[in-house]
DNA sequence: TTGAAAGCGCTACCAG
DNA sequence: CTGGTAGCGCTTTCAA
């Protein structure tokens, strides 16, 4: 069998609470039999079994994270700050996948309920609010990230996501496109406030909105590229095809310009095109990639921090949320002569969004 | 306080161990007795908890996998095909990432020690095996995928490492180059093995092994892209300038071919670009990059396969070893005319190696 | 078919 | 400073 605190207890002829004081750096034991104690654990090479700690103290110091998809440099990068940051706090952080599957998400969130984690953060693909109220009765504290739910009041860390639309087509708009299409996210509240500022900037420089402009995303479950090169197809069919084309996010954008450029569309004197997440390879491919950049680094740290302050509350506190304000980061696909001066700020160079990819 | 078997017994009259085989689907229990406790139970939504159950158990249901870096595409599938399988068979998967730092590996491993998983799943960013045998003593069963370390017999799933560096090497002295170059990867089983098959097939085909045509990595943590830039200057520095380059991976070929690109050099025509991953967005590129792919969801449906396995054995399996063969993919980073027939197996399209990043 | 007793490995509490 | 007692929530074993 494995090593238990009673073994260590017997070998040095005291009791197994010296051995617990001792590895939780109590103060009440004599130097000596510290001493003593540590040689032995680490001559066994003991570690506490964490379980049965939590099982008595009620604390896992386990943090669940569950994401739609690893895959997504975004949450990927968003993972990688939140474990950053809760790992200098003592808390290990278990990550799951919904694969943006509102039944695999319960089910991921039931698992880590019944482990009785600390604390959940999810960005959840779900659009009803259940589930929540569930994992609110059973006191478990948690954090949305990156989509909000409606009628949910809840922690929340994200980007503001109209501004993320209005910002995008007001660019596009700015460099001069009169006819400016959105290829859509799905129904979670970043599609649909993506859309709404989308809509918003349109009205506000006094352009119609043209609902044959605005592609839904499709059924099923098929390739994000593969998506935005269909969404391309029935732009490029309407007529006036528009000029000007804002992406829900950059996967999708990729796909729709691989698409027109294959059609001999030239980008973006034709056709300007901008997407959403400022990916790391945005700036090199076939077209470098206007983007905006919704700060992953930065919602995963302020998820963390906020995830760390209602567990080191005493009472729980009110549900607080934080909102971050999108940045345009300027590239070729959208780099024209501009209709007037440009009233955005614009980052010239992406310093905060450049995605490290370490070497394998 | 949150519900216990304790409570639902009171409730209904009955014992703990009557709830507790209801919720085993242990067979000893009157239906109508199983029909009352399940109506409670889903009443007041209660779990069980898994911490204590396992306790005593002495299982956890929980597999753990460490990463060297999630933002890699490659680990991110893995984790996903992995997840995938494992979720299918009732164990939970806990990912967390070195961050390509050998003390980070530890101090994760030993975390996921102490809460006494299951099973291990380890892309090692270590040089060393005293870690692995501390795992062995502790009798976890681990699986290593991708890297191997010298002088340890253990469970491994991953791809053919010399065969990719000779695939890719044969693929660029096939299509007429003459000076070929390696912009190499770290000192892990990957980067030595591929640099080997590099240097096999260099020999194989009589061309002379050039050490200034091998580029190291440079020690420190800067960005990969940064990286394969930084190397390809110092080989367009070189006279004469080699006409072909294999590099360790595609994020490094990246940045190498944009640092080309920039300087007017033209790809493929003075100079053919082959890198190691497969990468989704490998066709999107300014110059779609030719790759080797390696099978990233394989690795992950093996790895969960293999620890399934042993986890339902009775007794501790030998050591299995899977390598993959690795699949040249062609795009236009080497597409010349051939000096002479291409005799590798060649992929025109890629298939197996798409990934497919959905929508967020 | 049901349940009482014992204990998984650990820590809180309080007595010495 | 030290350590006994009790018990976290659950399952195993075995008797009724």
């Known amino acids: 069998m494995t090593t238990r605190m009673k073994d260590i207890a017997k070998d040095l002829g005291v009791s197994v609470m010296t051995i617990s004081k001792v590895l939780r750096n109590h ?21 506490p079994n964490l ?7 009620g604390r896992s110091y386990l943090v669940g994270l569950v994401v739609p998809d690893l895959l997504h440099p975004f949450f990927a990068e968003v993972a990688k700050s939140l474990s950053d940051v809760l790992r200098g706090s003592g808390f290990s952080l278990i990550i799951s996948s919904s694969e943006e599957d509102p039944a695999i998400e319960e089910q991921e969130i039931n698992q880590l309920l019944a482990r009785r984690l600390d604390a959940l953060i999810i960005a959840s693909c779900r659009s009803t609010v259940d589930l929540f109220f569930r994992i609110e009765r059973r006191k478990t504290p948690y954090v949305l990230i990156d989509r909000t739910l409606p009628g949910l009041t809840a922690n929340f860390v994200g980007v503001d996501d109209e501004a993320v639309g209005r910002l995008a087509t007001k660019h596009l708009i700015d460099i001069g496109c009169k006819r400016i299409a959105h ?49 391309m197809r ?9 000029d000007g084309v804002f992406c829900f996010n950059d996967p999708l954008a990729m796909g729709a310009m691989n698409y027109a450029l294959d059609q001999g569309i030239r ?15 945005d700036d090199s491919l076939r077209v470098p990639l206007s983007s905006i950049d919704q700060h992953s680094r930065q919602i995963g740290e302020q998820a963390a921090r906020l995830t760390l302050a209602i567990l080191h509350s005493k009472v729980p506190p009110k549900p607080e949320t934080v909102v971050l304000q999108p940045q345009l980061v300027v590239r070729a696909s959208t780099r024209r002569r501009p209709a007037k001066k440009t009233t955005a700020r614009v980052v010239k160079r992406d310093i905060s969004g450049s995605i490290p990819t370490k070497l394998r």
């Open 27 to 47: 103060p009440d034991v004599g130097d000596e039999t510290r001493e003593r104690v540590l040689a032995r654990v680490k001559e066994l090479d003991y570690q």
């Open 51 to 57: 379980a049965a700690r939590s099982l008595v103290t």
């Open 183 to 231: 290829i859509r996210g799905p129904e979670t509240s970043t599609g649909v406030h993506r859309m709404d500022g989308f809509k918003q900037a349109l009205t506000q420089a006094r352009l119609t909105i043209v609902d044959a402009y605005i592609i839904s995303e499709r059924k099923g479950d098929v390739e994000t590229k593969q998506r935005g090169a269909e969404a």
């Open 234 to 242: 029935q732009l490029l069919s309407l007529k006036p095809r528009p």
């Open 267 to 281: 980008i973006p004197e034709d056709l300007a095109v901008i997407g959403c997440g400022n990916l790391h390879y």
